[in-house]
């Protein structure tokens, strides 16, 4: 069974961090490009960043400098270091994995950033 489950999110300030985490079990971590999306209310859900099998990273443009996506292979653990944080910021955050044809989904975790 795939189990992705996310941690680390919670109310922050704006300028604050926080660092999410997804332990992944059920799956072979190595193999598969992990990312975080974020679903805002009433919005779409969103590609924030990825990391592909071999360390590659993506981000997209409203993150970059700010967030920083990892993983840890001996743990099977990825991570989002979100770093000078906006009201913008606010989401919930989805961990993801992918090995074609199959992608599996955390349950998400909410940030909230304001004053």
């Known amino acids: 069974q795939v189990q992705l489950v996310e941690s680390g999110g919670g109310l922050v300030q704006p300028g604050e961090s926080l660092r999410l985490s997804c332990a992944a079990s059920?799956?072979?971590?190595?193999?598969?490009?992990m990312a975080w999306y974020r679903q805002a209310p009433g919005k779409q859900r969103e590609l924030v960043a990825l990391i592909t099998t071999g360390g590659s990273t993506n981000y997209a443009d409203s993150v970059k400098g700010r967030f920083t996506i990892s993983r840890e292979q001996e743990t099977n653990t990825l991570y989002l270091q979100m770093n000078r944080l906006k009201p913008e910021d606010t989401a919930v955050y989805y961990c993801n994995a992918s090995r074609p044809p199959n992608m599996f989904w955390g349950q998400g975790t909410q940030v909230t950033v304001s004053s």
């Open positions: 059920g799956i072979i971590f190595r193999l598969n490009v």
